[in-house]
């Protein structure tokens, strides 16, 4: 008989938030300044797009 309470809470979108999280708190707390957008976007993994012809 299986146990009905016996469930899996991983929600992988959510493990993957909470590391994006973490190291932006890490390379926040050993940085001496604000965090330069490029750096952010680094770590988030956010790939710059070339600016849209008008």
């Known amino acids: 008989m299986s146990d009905q ?3 899996s809470l991983e929600d992988a979108d959510l493990l993957r938030e ?15 300044d604000m965090l330069p ?4 976007d680094r ?3 956010v790939e710059k797009r070339p ?4």
């Open 5 to 7: 309470f016996d469930v």
């Open 18 to 32: 909470v590391e994006l999280t973490m190291n932006l708190m890490v390379a926040a707390s050993a940085s001496d």
């Open 37 to 40: 957008l490029e750096d952010i």
């Open 43 to 45: 770590i988030l993994g």
């Open 51 to 54: 600016p849209a012809a008008s």
